[in-house]
């Protein structure tokens, strides 16, 4: 019997040694590793290379799996609020209307392939570049851990409107509605039970895996046989799971095979057309408009009550321009509304803002400590619940991240600092949880410049700041606020791999938790301790 692995192009293993070879030299200059992934498809593009079936199968299954494990870590009411939805739906409006405008000057130059360009074509355009990436976004969030922060939540609510908005053009666009039996898909409801059930009985291993990747191809493919997107059926079926206590340890399990996969994604988008002078030309002047595009992410947050902070993080999530636009510009093509050269404009786009936005994201904290008196002055007065002002007492020592390695360390301080200790955590669901269990609990992101300001006389009064975020990005995150505000007490701080602990040192913190050994270590004194009482008895 033939190997499988002789169906696929030998020359496809290659592209992806060489994107890994860019992804690492990226990474030591302070990049994403995906800048490096698009950077290689470029240059392979450059030398003539074509990517294949084995590509394109690696890049759908990671945007597949991508938007199940948003869904896993989204509930419906996150949709509800009306800084999510009001937003999208005035950014989407304000934006096609601007890149119209902006496409049809360009064609008063008779520029190349907007010269001539009618009313319908431009709208056309303005539609696709409207939308933001919830690939980059997504894994944006992932690398700095705060995917379920709130600036998070928020960037991803936007994106799912606007992956609403984008199943409803493919849908007209194609010519085909969504068939008659997309009304079934609502049985998914009361089938959520038994999805439950099964989750539950899937054990820690291979099996959850499994059932994962069960879940999040089914899903597409019945969404996909009723003539809706079948990503939009990925997501969906991942919300029906949120909130089951098996859900995060579900989606932490799918997060290799998730980075795996999407190098695919990015790989494929810089080979996917031959760029053109003409084609460069034109993205280049396309990515003029994305300060303004982003300024009015901003400008819409600030206005629906958000802090500025929050305001500004959630729109450099947003600053980029979308996948959605490469697929957008294939039904153009397909319907010959579009030349085929417009493929190469959107891909390079895509790209471009990809690179672009890495780095600002990287720096976004700076820009916004160095631009935050401009910035504050456009805050409403009213505060929205989880950034209202903090009102707490003698509170001595402050626990960030209320999980179960940061549930622990708060249980076991409260009986040394009774009534002195104060948990802050980001997920609406810890913080209900740990207020019905009698803690004292608040909404907050250790990772936000205006933490500190939402309680003013808190850092003065602490005399232990104990770091227990999930990713080691957000505790760096969180030690750097520490020390921007002059903190004076003691800081420490959980790790899970020996290199993390000089970058945590070098940012202030005293005492570095290593969970993985000192667990063991715990376990072991725990042992001696149970040990000697055997003896003595």
């Given at each position: 019997m033939d190997s499988l692995l002789l169906s696929i192009d030998p020359r496809e293993p290659l592209w992806i040694g060489f994107a890994f070879a860019c992804g690492l030299l990226v990474s030591h200059i302070g990049l994403p590793p995906l800048v490096g992934f698009l950077l290689a498809g470029f240059v392979l593009n450059a030398a003539g290379a074509e990517g294949g079936d084995f590509l394109r199968i690696t890049a759908d299954l990671g945007v597949t799996l991508l938007l199940f494990t948003i869904g896993l870590k989204l509930r419906v009411k996150a949709l509800l609020p009306p800084y999510i939805w009001?937003?999208?739906?005035?950014?989407?409006?304000?934006?096609?209307?601007?890149?119209?405008?902006?496409?049809?000057?360009?064609?008063?130059?008779?520029?190349?392939?907007?010269?001539?360009?009618?009313?319908?074509?431009?709208?056309?355009?303005?539609?696709?570049?409207?939308?933001?990436?919830?690939?980059?976004?997504?894994?944006?969030?992932?690398?700095?851990?705060?995917?379920?922060?709130?600036?998070?939540?928020?960037?991803?609510?936007?994106?799912?409107?606007?992956?609403?908005?984008?199943?409803?053009?493919?849908?007209?666009?194609?010519?085909?509605?969504?068939?008659?039996?997309?009304?079934?898909?609502?049985?998914?409801?009361?089938?959520?039970?038994?999805?439950?059930?099964?989750?539950?009985?899937?054990?820690h291993g291979e099996l959850l895996v499994l059932y994962g990747f069960v879940l999040a191809l089914g899903g597409a493919d019945l969404f996909e046989l009723v003539n809706l997107k079948g990503d939009l059926g990925a997501l969906v079926v991942g919300m029906l799971l949120a909130g089951h206590p098996k859900s995060n340890e579900m989606a932490k399990n799918l997060l290799g095979f998730k980075e795996l996969f999407l190098v695919g994604f990015f790989?494929?988008?810089?080979?996917?057309?031959?760029?053109?002078?003409?084609?460069?030309?034109?993205?280049?002047?396309?990515?003029?408009?994305?300060?303004?595009?982003?300024?009015?992410?901003?400008?819409?947050?600030?206005?629906?009550?958000?802090?500025?902070?929050?305001?500004?993080?959630?729109?450099?999530?947003?600053?980029?321009?979308?996948?959605?636009?490469?697929?957008?510009?294939?039904?153009?093509v397909a319907a010959g509304w579009l030349a085929a050269e417009w493929m190469a404009v959107f891909a390079i786009l895509l790209s471009l803002s990809f690179i672009g936005a890495a780095p600002i994201i990287d720096n976004g904290e700076r820009l916004y400590t160095l631009w935050r008196p401009r910035f504050k002055r456009m805050e409403r007065k009213q505060r929205l619940t989880g950034e209202e002002d903090i009102q707490v007492g003698d509170v001595q020592v402050l626990v960030f991240g209320m999980g179960r390695v940061g549930s622990s360390v708060y249980e076991s301080l409260a009986v040394d600092f009774p009534g002195k200790v104060l948990g802050v955590d980001m997920d609406d669901f810890q913080v209900e949880r740990r207020l019905a269990q009698g803690q004292q609990v608040v909404k907050g992101d250790a990772t936000n410049p205006d933490f500190w300001s939402r309680a003013p006389d808190l850092a003065a009064k602490l005399k232990w700041v104990i770091l227990a975020l999930p990713r080691h990005p957000a505790n760096l995150a969180a030690a750097e606020r520490l020390r921007e505000i002059g903190f004076e007490g003691r800081?420490?701080?959980?790790?899970?791999?020996?290199?993390?602990?000089?970058?945590?040192?070098?940012?202030?913190?005293?005492?570095?938790?290593?969970?993985?050994?000192?667990?063991?270590?715990?376990?072991?004194?725990?042992?001696?301790?149970?040990?000697?009482?055997?003896?003595k008895a």
């Amino acid at each position: 019997m033939d190997s499988l692995l002789l169906s696929i192009d030998p020359r496809e293993p290659l592209w992806i040694g060489f994107a890994f070879a860019c992804g690492l030299l990226v990474s030591h200059i302070g990049l994403p590793p995906l800048v490096g992934f698009l950077l290689a498809g470029f240059v392979l593009n450059a030398a003539g290379a074509e990517g294949g079936d084995f590509l394109r199968i690696t890049a759908d299954l990671g945007v597949t799996l991508l938007l199940f494990t948003i869904g896993l870590k989204l509930r419906v009411k996150a949709l509800l609020p009306p800084y999510i939805w009001g937003v999208a739906i005035l950014h989407m409006a304000l934006v096609v209307g601007l890149m119209t405008v902006f496409v049809l000057f360009l064609a008063s130059f008779s520029l190349p392939l907007v010269s001539g360009i009618n009313l319908q074509t431009a709208l056309i355009i303005a539609f696709a570049l409207t939308f933001s990436s919830t690939v980059f976004a997504v894994k944006i969030l992932d690398q700095v851990g705060s995917s379920g922060s709130f600036y998070g939540l928020i960037a991803i609510g936007v994106l799912i409107m606007q992956d609403i908005a984008a199943v409803a053009f493919l849908a007209v666009s194609a010519g085909k509605l969504p068939s008659l039996w997309a009304f079934g898909l609502l049985a998914l409801i009361p089938l959520r039970y038994l999805l439950f059930a099964i989750l539950s009985r899937t054990g820690h291993g291979e099996l959850l895996v499994l059932y994962g990747f069960v879940l999040a191809l089914g899903g597409a493919d019945l969404f996909e046989l009723v003539n809706l997107k079948g990503d939009l059926g990925a997501l969906v079926v991942g919300m029906l799971l949120a909130g089951h206590p098996k859900s995060n340890e579900m989606a932490k399990n799918l997060l290799g095979f998730k980075e795996l996969f999407l190098v695919g994604f990015f790989l494929s988008v810089g080979m996917a057309v031959p760029p053109s002078w003409n084609a460069i030309l034109l993205a280049c002047l396309f990515l003029l408009v994305l300060p303004i595009k982003t300024a009015l992410y901003f400008g819409l947050f600030a206005a629906f009550k958000l802090r500025a902070s929050t305001s500004w993080r959630s729109s450099l999530v947003l600053a980029n321009y979308s996948e959605f636009g490469l697929i957008v510009g294939s039904v153009s093509v397909a319907a010959g509304w579009l030349a085929a050269e417009w493929m190469a404009v959107f891909a390079i786009l895509l790209s471009l803002s990809f690179i672009g936005a890495a780095p600002i994201i990287d720096n976004g904290e700076r820009l916004y400590t160095l631009w935050r008196p401009r910035f504050k002055r456009m805050e409403r007065k009213q505060r929205l619940t989880g950034e209202e002002d903090i009102q707490v007492g003698d509170v001595q020592v402050l626990v960030f991240g209320m999980g179960r390695v940061g549930s622990s360390v708060y249980e076991s301080l409260a009986v040394d600092f009774p009534g002195k200790v104060l948990g802050v955590d980001m997920d609406d669901f810890q913080v209900e949880r740990r207020l019905a269990q009698g803690q004292q609990v608040v909404k907050g992101d250790a990772t936000n410049p205006d933490f500190w300001s939402r309680a003013p006389d808190l850092a003065a009064k602490l005399k232990w700041v104990i770091l227990a975020l999930p990713r080691h990005p957000a505790n760096l995150a969180a030690a750097e606020r520490l020390r921007e505000i002059g903190f004076e007490g003691r800081i420490a701080s959980t790790s899970k791999f020996k290199d993390e602990i000089s970058s945590l040192k070098k940012l202030g913190v005293n005492f570095v938790f290593n969970i993985y050994t000192e667990a063991g270590k715990g376990f072991a004194e725990d042992l001696k301790q149970h040990f000697n009482t055997l003896d003595k008895a």
